[in-house]
């Protein structure tokens, strides 16, 4: 009797537990599904290699042997109204000139994240933030001092705008509260006024004051920032990234830019060229420049920088 009630009172249970348990793995897997979904992870890395070789070359020249990595990596989220783009873009590049040591020719990295609120069918209430650093120190030619490292600067740009995105090729994000921060964490850089921060007190000799620079630098303004990527030719992509910023506290029509061009050559499934334009004008950086054009440097003031990088190597895509 015992048992026949144990089995009664079991068996409906074993029979609940078994149903549930079924139920369970089915809503599992279509979480699984559904995060597959709206989820989409992938990137690309390469690498660049470039060697030049001399042997009794009459014309003259150096050995020089030099490598870049680039790796671009993205994650975006879409589910009904919401977006949440984030991308994470590193570089890093090394020169060898014949009998001088290693130096780095490129240094790069770069996290913005932006989450999106559908609007209409092509404007998204948007809200972004934007950090821009170097991953190693950056030295004189003599390699007697740092002129730049990690966070030292560091431009971070937040802001809470309309985000204009009338194709997948195309997107152009408008925000009149932004604020920029420069970061310089190198407390003897921030002295000297590096990057814009304000410098160190002086005293009555007109000697700095170790410690008394500011090492952050604020600012707030209206800010503009336009995407674009397509494939322009066939294995011939285009990716292009401007940054228009504007302090409304200060000089509000002085604009600073900041605008990055790369030209991705696909050849096969692992060989690519690439071409890289980087174009910055910013009018609170201030630059050494040669006034009375007697080959020496005697004065500093904003100036258009340039930089441009080609090369040829190994990528890969993954997704």
């Excluded at 009149?176 to 407390?187: E, R, W």
């Excluded at 500011?214 to 292009?240: A, D, H, P, W, Y």
């Excluded at 004008?281 to 920088?305: C, N």
């Amino acid at each position: 009797m015992l048992k026949a009630l144990l089995r009664n009172l079991l068996l409906p249970l074993f029979i609940f537990n078994i149903t549930i348990f079924s139920a369970t793995a089915q809503d599992t897997l279509v979480d699984t599904v559904a995060v597959r979904n709206i989820w989409d992870f992938g990137g690309t890395g390469t690498v660049n290699f470039s060697q030049v070789s001399l042997s009794n070359w009459a014309a003259g020249g150096q050995n020089s042997l030099s490598a870049l990595g680039i790796l671009n990596l993205y994650g975006n989220y879409k589910n009904g109204k919401h977006t949440w783009n984030n991308t994470l873009d590193l570089t890093y590049g090394t020169v060898k000139l014949q009998e001088q040591r290693l130096r780095k020719s490129d240094d790069r990295l770069e996290l913005n994240l932006k989450y999106g609120r559908q609007a209409s069918s092509k404007w998204f209430y948007t809200a972004q933030l934007n950090t821009r650093t170097q991953i190693s120190p950056t030295y004189t030619s003599e390699r007697d001092s740092v002129i730049s490292n990690f966070m030292a600067p560091a431009f971070v740009l937040a802001s809470i705008g309309m985000d204009y995105k009338p194709n997948p090729k195309l997107s152009v994000f408008i925000s009149p509260f932004t604020g920029k921060f420069t970061a310089v964490l190198n407390q003897r850089m921030a002295d000297y006024g590096a990057f814009g921060v304000e410098p160190a007190q002086r005293d009555l000799e007109g000697r700095l004051i170790p410690g008394t620079g500011e090492r952050l630098r604020e600012e707030f303004g209206g800010f503009v920032n336009v995407r674009f990527r397509n494939e322009i030719f066939k294995n011939v992509t285009l990716q292009s990234k401007a940054d228009l910023f504007s302090n409304y506290l200060r000089n509000a029509k002085n604009i600073d830019v900041n605008w990055e061009n790369l030209v991705n050559f696909k050849v096969n499934k692992f060989l690519s060229a690439s071409l890289f334009l980087h174009m910055i004008y910013d009018d609170d950086i201030m630059i050494d420049v040669d006034r009375s054009g007697d080959g020496t440097l005697d004065g500093k003031g904003p100036r258009l920088q340039l930089k441009e990088t080609m090369g040829i190597g190994f990528s890969y895509k993954f997704e």
